[in-house]
Nanobody, 114 residues
Framework: QVQLVESGGGLVQAGGSLRLSCAAS????????MGWYRQAPGKQRELVAT???????NYADFVKGRFTISRDNAKNTVYLQMNSLKPEDTAVYYC????????WGQGTQVTVSS
């Protein structure tokens, strides 16, 4: 059974940093695409960043230069380093795994105060 568990969210001031982690279990971690999405109140869930098993990355324009996605296949974990956070980055951040279908974590709240 696939399970994704996120951690690392919290409250931070504008300009600060946070690092999100997502630990995956129950999969062949090396052959898939992992990613982070976010959903702010009243808005649709949107892509933040993805990383393939080979390490290729893709970012939404609004996080380019500020966020970095990475993965550690030995630890079955994907990370999102978020720097220069803005109040508009406030949202619930969800870990996603694409392996024949979409799997989702439970979400972790990120709140950026101005």
């Amino acid at each position: 059974q696939v399970q994704l568990v996120e951690s690392g969210g919290g409250l931070v001031q504008a300009g600060g940093s946070l690092r999100l982690s997502c630990a995956a279990s129950g999969i062949d971690f090396g052959i898939n695409v992992m990613g982070w999405y976010r959903q702010a109140p009243g808005k649709q869930r949107e892509l933040v960043a993805t990383i393939t098993s080979g390490g290729s990355t893709n970012y939404a324009d609004f996080v380019k230069g500020r966020f970095t996605i990475s993965r550690d296949n030995a630890k079955n974990t994907v990370y999102l380093q978020m720097n220069s956070l803005k109040p508009e980055d406030t949202a619930v951040y969800y870990c996603n795994l694409k392996l024949f279908k979409d799997y989702w974590g439970q979400g972790t709240q990120v709140t950026v105060s101005s």
